[in-house]
């Protein structure tokens, strides 16, 4: 059994696939659209239209770079907020055409930057919660490999929640909860085990429904299996999103966020 | 002389300090302009420096006995509290954290839920009290939020929220995160039954609060000064490495950027609450 701390360390690991590798093996005729028709394009969402197993569908990630140089251009997959509008615009555009919606995460967290607060980075995120869940048209979320807070969040409420086997999901990260916590970011692996952000913790809790395997050793270590057994796991929650009657969609999408937290009463 | 000195205040220092003793219970300091203020008076002018303006922050009791009409209010959901779902422990016991922000705060959570009549109008009101955990969300803060938006969607009545938070509560993890959607949702289902939602930002709305309910209001209302952003300003200046612009995450700088509708003092505040209630709240909704 791996320790939360070493699955973090898989869902960050270098050699794991992104979004861009999801979509270039699990998804035909693709066409990116870009901008958010107010300010800009953030290339570190990708999002846009292709076919899912013949299925028109739109499709929709965070990108962390490759390499240094692209790294930088996707801002280390760190969206702003033209990248969270963008992704709206775009769900707007499946909900039009009543195609399905996938999304994938994998971000560190929203950009803590000037410019991401000047132009309401948390406004963005919000917006895209309230509007997310009353979408009419199928959504399946699959945290692919962080899922680092509102940021992750901010494309991530759907119909059916997936995460892969090593993936994490957390409201903070750890350096972030250890620099907190205990004034210390090297308790990171601390923070870790205490934050239960594993696949296996969050179904526990009700937060996801399906954890997607991967190979023994992480998916680094075996991409083309383990985009095998996503494709399988996206298709079969995929139907079932399908499979929900329109008038209930929305319905049971709000009741479903609304049993989310344990609490006393 | 010196010797003189140092004898005169030492013969003056016992009353002087018995002096002290009565005033540290009659006075507060201005945190901005260091004057001098009566607690009485202080809490007269609404925790407002009278001097400077400076707005205190404001404890979630005294702002429900404000808002409602003669302060005449019924509490809900004292009853919804936190559990430990996490079994969290840091340098504490999530537990015992929370034990004692009850005992320090009086409150049962980082929220009072109450409803009442503002101007005339149906409320429901959530207000948050940074004094409680840093004011974090955790699941019962959005389960008594859900519930308020709710009742209001029952009753057809408006929802008012004060915000005062650091954000989500990291010891509920990544529960806390989903209490951002859950009362999104619940918002949702409020704008479509075209019900009104004032949300009042105050010192300071950060993170899941301000990325959730905060910045959803039809109308959105700041205190002046106050802190308002998603990321904290800390793990800004740590990212970005440069020193942060004079203003930056304040009200006024939202304001400017556009991100906000009015800053108004608390003083001044209810009668523009009124004045929105009046617009928004339909009192012969013919159509329907
Ligand atoms: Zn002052």
Sequence with gaps: MLTPYERL????????????????????????????????????IIAGTATFHKTPVVVIGQQKGRDTKERRMRNFGMPKPEGYRKALRIMKLAEKFRRPILTFIDTPGAYPGIDAEERGQAEAIAYNLREMAKLETPVVVTVIGEGGSGGALGIGVGDRVLMLENAVYSV??????????WKDAAQAERAANCLRLTAEDLQRLGIIDRTVAEPVGGAHTDTEESLRLLDSALKENLEFAVSIKSSERVKRRFKKLRELGRWSE | MSWFRKKSNRIESVPANERRVKTEGIFVKCTKCDAALYKRELEESLQVCIHCDFHFRWDARSRVCWLF???????????????????FVDTKPYPERLERAKKTSGLPEAIINARGKVGGHDVFAGVMDFNFLGGSMGSAVGEKVTRLIERAIDERAAVITFAASGGARMQEGTLSLMQMA???AALAQL???????????????????TASFAMLGDVIIAEPRALVGFAGPRVIEQTIRQKLPENFQTSEFLLEHGMIDIVVDRREMRPHIIKLLNFMVNNNESDE
Excluded: M, N
């Excluded at chain 1, 050699?15 to 800009?40: A, N, P």
């Design chain 2, 69 to 87: 009409d003669d302060c005449r209010y019924e509490e809900l959901d004292a009853e919804v509290t936190s559990l430990d779902p996490l079994e």
């Design chain 2, 182 to 184: 859950k009362v999104s």
């Design chain 1, 9 to 44: 360390q898989i869902a960050r690991a270098p050699k794991r696939f992104y979004t861009l590798d999801v979509i270039e093996r699990l998804f035909e005729d693709f066409t990116e659209l870009r901008g958010d028709r107010r300010y800009g394009d953030d290339a570190a």
């Design chain 2, 191 to 209: 704008d479509s039954a075209k019900l009104p939602f004032i949300s009042v930002l105050t010192d300071p709305t950060t993170g899941g609060v």
């Design chain 1, 172 to 181: 903070i990260s750890p350096e972030g909860c250890a620099a907190i916590l």
